[in-house]
């Protein structure tokens, strides 16, 4: 069931796409490959996808710790993109 819209109307697909750190300090370092599975509803649009163990160990490991959200601040982030979703 979609968290979004609740509609029940979803896919999955294969994907992979390159992850790549924002700023510019970062342009230079190389993107992490990641090949995931994208659970889409095909109502709202909503999409989930679960990184696989290895590459979400490397992205942990090429991010610095100012770019990190942690407790209440990932929390925020996550209702606000929520609000912009609902909006739409």
């Not at 970062?26 to 163990?53: E, T, Y």
């Amino acid at each position: 069931m979609c968290p979004s819209c609740r509609s029940n109307y979803q896919a999955e697909f294969g994907s992979e796409m390159i992850v790549h750190l924002s700023g510019r300090e970062n342009r230079d370092k190389p993107g992490v490959w990641v090949f995931s599975k994208l659970s889409i509803c095909l109502d709202c649009g909503f999409l989930q996808s679960k990184i696989p163990a290895s590459e979400l160990a490397q992205l942990a490991a090429s991010t610095p710790t100012s770019e990190r959200l942690v407790g209440e601040q990932a929390g925020e982030d996550a209702l606000s993109a929520d609000r912009i979703r609902r909006e739409a």
